[in-house]
Each structure stands twice: as structure tokens, then as C-alpha cells.
């Protein structure tokens, strides 16, 4: 178990609908970290936020959005949903202070967009 | 453009020998590289992680080399279990702008023949 929780596990639904992923991070963590994840894919980075903030965006459509909360969880945002964000998505932290850091990694959210 | 990569899709090895994973990366300023084990349904877990100024790290069964020259990494887990077939992932970070977001590799799936 590494600390990172996430909910809902899985989530069915349909083309243009709208969705919210949500992730706590491990305590103290104050870095979170979205990543996309399609069949036969790495993982993709997708947004940063760290402590409320938004540090960084990877390969994240204008149709995703996401938000880091002052009590740390996070929620990512996902509208107007196509097949092809059908994928796990996963939520990462980190302690975030100094360079680099190990992400720590939820279980994910298995999106299916039918 | 992958800027990591993982060549071999999959690596099957008998009980008891090496297994040698291989990563490939094409951005030199990577400074830090992380090695991650996903089971079915699970998030990846952190297993071990070389900083770019090391050419060798180990962790018990697990030693992640480093060849920036060449820009390779490989891990090696000797003796090779059953409980270590798994996806293996390749990450590589850029603490570049206070960002640390990993880029990640598609994944080798080891598969330990008892």
C-alpha cells in the first residue's frame, strides 16, 4: 500500500458526459501528479500541482482540467468525453522538496467511456 | 517523439537466473532515473532509482546500472522469482524549472518460469 488513495476504481460512462477523479496524497506529500495510461501506452504525464499549485502540464487535453485542494487531495476533471479516454488513470505524490523525487503511485481509476 | 524506451515488450527467465530489463533514453538532461513494478490492477510501485551522477545502484535483489554515454539503463534482478513477473517501467525525470515530472517507458512484461 502506498499511501496514495484513489476513488472511484472504476467508472462507466458515456461519450460526452463529464467525470472527477479524485486523489489524496500520502501524508505530507505535498506534490501531485496526474498520469494517463491507454491500452499498450506508458504512462503519460499529465498535470503537477504542488501545495495548491499548478507546477507543470504534460500531454493534457483543454478538455481535462485539474485542481490541488488546500487540504492536499486533488481532483482531476475530465468533460465533453470521447472513446478514446477510455484508460487507467493515475494519481502520484511526492514530498516534492528537493530535485527529482520517487512518485508514489494510487491503485488508479479505470475509466471506460462507452 | 518517446524519449524513453523500453525495446523488448516482454523477457521470459527460469527460477533462480537474471533478469535484465533495458531502457534507452534520448534527452541527455535527464538527471535521475526510477525503475517501477505493476502487477494487474495495481498502481506501479517504486522499486529502485539511480541519481545520473552514479553509474550503480543496489537494492538487495535489484541493481539498476547506469551508462550515460550511451544513454542506457538496465535492471537486473538476481536470483529471478516467480513474484517478480510483472510490467516493469522505465522512468526519467528533469528537475528542470522546479518541475518533476517522469517520463516513462512502455513497459516490459517479465514473466518468471518456475
Known amino acids: 500500500d502506498s499511501g496514495v488513495t484513489q476513488t472511484p476504481k472504476h467508472l462507466i460512462t458515456a461519450t460526452g458526459q463529464r467525470v472527477t477523479l479524485r486523489c489524496s496524497p500520502r501524508?505530507?506529500?505535498?506534490?501531485v501528479y496526474w498520469y494517463q495510461q491507454s491500452l499498450d501506452q506508458g504512462l503519460q504525464f499529465l498535470i503537477q500541482y504542488y501545495n495548491g499549485e499548478e507546477r507543470a502540464k504534460g500531454n493534457i487535453l483543454e478538455r481535462f482540467s485539474a485542481q490541488q485542494f488546500p487540504d492536499l487531495h486533488s481532483e482531476l476533471n475530465l468533460s465533453s468525453l470521447e472513446l478514446g479516454d477510455s484508460a487507467l488513470y493515475f494519481c502520484a505524490s511526492s514530498v516534492a522538496g528537493r530535485g527529482v523525487e520517487t512518485q508514489y503511485f494510487g491503485p488508479g481509476t479505470r475509466l471506460l467511456v462507452l | 517523439d518517446q524519449q524513453v524506451k523500453q525495446n523488448s515488450p516482454s523477457l521470459s527467465v527460469q527460477e533462480g537466473r537474471i533478469s535484465i530489463l533495458n531502457c534507452d533514453y534520448t534527452n541527455s538532461m535527464f538527471d535521475y532515473f526510477l525503475w517501477y513494478k505493476k502487477y494487474p490492477a495495481e498502481g506501479p510501485t517504486f522499486l529502485i532509482s539511480i541519481s545520473s551522477i552514479k553509474d550503480k545502484n543496489e537494492d538487495g535483489r535489484f541493481t539498476v546500472f547506469l551508462n550515460k554515454s550511451a544513454k542506457h539503463l538496465s535492471l537486473h534482478i538476481v536470483p529471478s522469482q516467480p513474484g517478480d513477473s510483472a510490467v516493469y517501467f522505465c522512468a526519467a525525470g528533469l528537475a528542470g524549472a522546479g518541475s518533476y515530472q517522469l517520463t516513462f517507458g512502455k513497459g516490459t512484461k517479465l514473466s518468471v518460469i518456475p
Open positions: 501524508s505530507g506529500d505535498l506534490s
